[in-house]
């Protein structure tokens, strides 16, 4: 399975923006779905954003939309998410993922290569 390291978390106030990145082992040519879930304690991972590439679509979850935002970089075996107008409640542990085959989705079973989680703490 290919490895995947993430950074660029950190604290900032409410209103400010992050960008995180997922650097990859191997090439993500053949990746399909490039996800990013978040975990906050007690709570079971959620899926933030996922961009299925066969369908060219990038789903996100209703609370980030308009305000995060997924990309690629093949050639760099990069992705990223872009986090703007930070909430408090987007506080949490993010956590990339990739899945080879098959179509993005929130469960988290479905993804075979995940990093190692970096903090995102937004303060209001």
């Known amino acids: 399975q290919v490895q995947l390291v993430e950074s660029g978390g950190g604290s900032v106030q409410a209103g400010g923006s992050l960008r995180l990145s997922c650097a990859a082992s191997?090439?993500?040519?053949?990746?399909?779905?490039f996800a990013w879930f978040r975990q906050v304690p007690e709570k079971e991972y959620e899926l933030v954003g996922c961009?299925?590439?066969?369908?060219?679509?990038?789903d996100y979850r209703d609370s980030v939309k308009g305000r995060f935002t997924i990309s690629t970089d093949n050639a760099k075996n990069m992705f990223y998410l872009q986090m703007n107008s930070l909430r408090p409640e987007d506080t949490g542990v993010y956590y990339c993922?990739?899945?080879?085959?098959?179509?993005?989705?929130?469960?988290?079973?479905?993804?075979?290569?995940w990093g190692q989680g970096t903090q995102v703490t937004v303060s209001s």
């Open positions: 191997d090439s993500t040519a053949d990746v399909n779905a």
């Open positions: 961009l299925t590439v066969n369908t060219g679509t990038t």
């Open positions: 993922a990739v899945r080879r085959y098959g179509l993005c989705t929130s469960r988290p079973a479905a993804f075979g290569s």
